[in-house]
Nanobody, 122 residues
Framework: VQLQASGGGLVQAGGSLRLSCAAS????????VGWFRQAPGKEREFVAG????????YYADFVNGRFTISRDSAKTTIYLQMNSLKPDDTAIYYC????????????????WGQGTLVTVSS
């Protein structure tokens, strides 16, 4: 399974972006989905996740209320609304189907898509 992220771009600090994540053919998503990011020179890290029924979002501590993960009513697209962006949020953002162990261990499976670049200028 491969999901594709889109919606990245260049934004000033304090600005907002909404990322989208969908499977090819916009097939319904029947699994948990996580957003991850990889900044230059750093390892990929978990950002946010949504369980398969879209009832339980989970966020990394650094999000601190700035991001919201959601799913559309057709269950084909996962969104990541990012507000109050900081230069430290600059990274390539990826989404992936996940298995979840407990509430905190989001394990992506399948292959990574291309990701979408988010650049936050100061």
């Amino acid at each position: 399974v491969q999901l594709q992220a889109s919606g990245g771009g260049l934004v000033q600090a304090g600005g907002s972006l909404r990322l989208s994540c969908a499977a090819s053919g916009h097939t319904p998503l029947s699994y948990a989905v996580g957003w991850f990011r990889q900044a230059p020179g750093k390892e990929r890290e978990f950002v946010a996740g949504l369980n398969w029924s879209a009832t339980r979002p989970y966020y990394a501590d650094f999000v601190n209320g700035r991001f919201t993960i959601s799913r559309d009513s057709a269950k084909t697209t996962i969104y990541l609304q990012m507000n109050s962006l900081k230069p430290d949020d600059t990274a390539i953002y990826y989404c992936a189907p996940c298995s979840v162990v407990g509430d905190r261990d989001w394990r992506p499976f399948g292959s990574w898509g291309q990701g979408t670049l988010v650049t936050v200028s100061s």
